[in-house]
């Protein structure tokens, strides 16, 4: 199957199962993520997709209770084996659903990041913070302003500087839970186009509730029910010409 297919891929999932105390969330998940794509996990809401999302940087550790078997393998290493979860969470950095900056300025809510890998060097951290920003297609926008509040930029700006954020940890996977749903249609087009144009340097896996989003941005898409992946194919053949009856009926809209 597909979704056993360990190609080209940078993350394998095998066999994952994870309980929230007694509760059982993710039932046997086995994926094969390929690098730089772009990954949509799909489904109805509680199917477990922002659940999954979590485990690949190791998110739902900081949860109590939680328990979870099978192996997930990112780059050649055990993620779940390795006792440097900072290291993992360098690697595979994480955007969410609502724009989570720290109330301090764009420049320093960028260079957080480098300055606690202990980057020091003024000029290196001034081109980390307009490299980071230029990729996240903010720049222009912001550049006049570095040292003012990031708070006081609109909703669709911050998500983009949230973005610059994870960029500048040089990460190789970026994980997105929902990044546009609290955004207006026109910035919700920016950070999809920038999705589209970051896939050349990053593997990306996103969360969207948005069909047509998952049809416009990912090569792949795994679609999510009562926490199993009933179907993972090109994103294509998913919208076109799905396998399974449930997967139809979910991108038809006829349940969900
Ligand atoms: N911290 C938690 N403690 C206990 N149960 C949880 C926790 N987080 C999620 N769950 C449960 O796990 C299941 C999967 O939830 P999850 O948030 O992963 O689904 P989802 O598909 O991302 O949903 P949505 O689209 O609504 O965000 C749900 O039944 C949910 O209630």
Redesign the pocket.
């Known amino acids: 199957m597909e979704q056993l297919k360990e190609g080209k891929s940078i993350i394998n999932v095998r066999d994952l199962n994870l309980f929230?105390?007694e509760?059982q969330?993710l039932f046997g998940v086995d994926l094969a993520i390929h690098e730089k794509e772009v990954t949509a996990l799909i489904?109805?809401?509680?199917?477990?997709?922002?659940?999954?999302?979590?485990t690949l940087n190791r998110m739902?550790d900081l949860?109590d209770?939680?328990k979870i078997t099978g192996d997930i393998v990112i780059n050649h290493e055990d993620i779940y084996k390795t006792n440097d979860v900072i290291k993992l969470r360098t690697k595979v950095g994480m955007v969410f659903q609502k724009p989570n900056l720290f109330p301090m300025s764009i420049y320093d809510n960028v260079a957080y990041g480098p300055r606690m890998q202990g980057i020091k060097n003024k000029k290196e951290l001034n081109n980390i913070v307009e490299e980071s920003l230029r990729s996240a297609a903010i720049w222009d926008e912001v550049k006049d302003r570095l040292k003012t509040s990031a708070l006081g930029l609109s909703g669709g700006q911050q998500q983009r500087v949230c973005i610059a954020r994870a960029i500048a940890m040089k990460p190789d996977i970026i994980l997105m839970?929902?990044p546009t749903s609290a955004l207006d249609p026109i910035s919700t087009l920016k950070i999809e186009e920038l999705i589209t144009n970051m896939k050349e340097d990053y593997t990306i896996v996103i969360?969207t509730?948005n069909m047509q989003q998952a049809a416009r941005v990912s090569d792949k898409t795994a679609f999510?029910l009562n926490?199993e992946i009933v179907e993972y194919d090109d994103t294509d053949n998913i919208f076109s010409t799905p396998q399974d009856q449930r997967t139809e009926d979910y991108v038809t809209g006829r349940f969900g």
Do not use: M, Q
Request: hydrophobic content about 25%; aromatic content about 12%.
């Open positions: 929230y105390g509760k969330a489904g109805p809401s509680g199917c477990g997709k922002s659940t999954f999302l979590r739902n949860i209770g939680v839970d929902e969360v509730h999510f926490g």
